[in-house]
């Protein structure tokens, strides 16, 4: 199964690790002049393109939704866009306390009844408790969200995390400069994609799950797609499903068109309805998401939009290929 895009994965449940020498580091919160160093020093990292139509610019950021601190913080070319947009679209707001509840919402009884029986809670809770999570720490959610959650908190062993998420860090300077933010989905439909609309389904998803957790497929795509991230790599995005393991059967060749191809043609609709009305959008979201012919630059330039990479500079690209 591919690790494939959404803001909600780390953003239903972060529970700290319990204290011990075999368990992750704890995510490392900086000091004051911690931040300052590390943002005077960032760099550009991920993708981004302007995107023109109508006589004025948008951009296009693809994130990383675990990072390192150090990648937490926006180099100057990002900072650039970022100032020069009027509105924030992202997946999900994150600190919308109506979004947060949907995520959080309890697992149908009746469906929560059949995981507990089909010991599919119980070996969920038992890999949260080798990753050093506190006893109970899912309890509260669906156990389809919990899946999601232990593959993104699985990263942490190679240092990447959920805390530093670059969702998070956009959405935290929007509301520091009072930059409006404007969801490009909904909680409740993130929320399907991760466990699924039926019983079966989510069955088929928490079973990939335990399948990426126990074997380490999954963290170890997951820092695949983080290494891609941090540096830039546009030549391995744009083939991302040529070395992804998320194509072998029917199911899985399905869950990748909804949780991407599907997804992109609806935040595209939102990005030039609300591009055409005049706001300058800084579009920060899953980098999986501007991926190949199907990903946000081609779409808007099949609409018309002249698109212009920016991150990793063309001649960097070059010379990945």
Known sequence: MGLHSSAAWGQAATPPPAASSSCPVAAHMPSAPELKDIARTATDRGFLWQVTSNGHSSWLYGTMHVAKLNWAFPGPLIRAALHQSDTIAVELSLSDPATLQVL????????????VD??????????????????????????GM???A?????????????DYAIDSVIQGYARSVHKPIVPLETATAQRQLLIGTTAAEEDALIDDALHDLSSDTGRKELLAIATMWANSDLNKLEHYREWCDCLKTTQEKAHTKAM?????IEMAKKIIQMHTGGHKLFV??????????????????????????????????ASQL
């Open 118 to 143: 089909t010991h599919r809670k119980a070996r969920l809770d038992e890999i949260a408790a080798q990753q050093c999570l506190p006893p109970h720490a899912f309890d509260a959610l669906a156990t």
């Open 284 to 317: 920060a979201v899953g980098a999986l998401h501007m991926s190949g012919p199907n990903g946000l630059p081609a779409l808007l330039r099949k609409e018309g939009f002249k698109v212009t990479q920016i991150v990793p500079a063309p001649s960097a690209t």
């Open 146 to 148: 919990e899946a999601a």
């Open 150 to 162: 232990l593959v993104s908190l699985s990263g942490r062993k190679d240092g990447v995390y959920p």
């Open 260 to 264: 991407l191809d599907d997804r992109n």
């Open 104 to 115: 959080r919402d309890k697992e149908d009884p009746a469906r929560l009844q059949h995981l």
